[in-house]
Nanobody, 115 residues
Framework: QVQLVESGGGLVQAGGSLRLSCAAS????????LGWHRQAPGKQRELVAG???????NYADSVKGRFAISRDNAKNTVYLQMNSLKPEDTAVYYC?????????WGQGIQVTVSS
């Protein structure tokens, strides 16, 4: 059974930082491309950051220079370090794991940035 479990969300003031973690089980973690998506109220879900099995990363323009995605294959965990948070970063954040045509999603975790 595949599970992706996010943690580390919560309420933070604008300018603050949070680190999201996503622990995976039931998959061969090291071969999967990993990502973080988010969905704000009334908006479409969007890709925030991705990291390939080889460690190459990509980011949405809105978070470049503020967010950093990383992975620890020994711990089957992907992280999203979020700095200089803005109220517009408020959303439910989801981690994903993809390989070929298969993509798994976590249940999501709330991040709220107050102004």
């Amino acid at each position: 059974q595949v599970q992706l479990v996010e943690s580390g969300g919560g309420l933070v003031q604008a300018g603050g930082s949070l680190r999201l973690s996503c622990a995976a089980s039931g998959i061969m973690f090291s071969v999967y491309a990993l990502g973080w998506h988010r969905q704000a109220p009334g908006k479409q879900r969007e890709l925030v950051a991705g990291i390939t099995r080889n460690g190459s990363t990509n980011y949405a323009d809105s978070v470049k220079g503020r967010f950093a995605i990383s992975r620890d294959n020994a711990k089957n965990t992907v992280y999203l370090q979020m700095n200089s948070l803005k109220p517009e970063d408020t959303a439910v954040y989801y981690c994903t794991a993809g390989f070929a045509a298969t993509k798994y999603w976590g249940q999501g975790i709330q991040v709220t940035v107050s102004s």
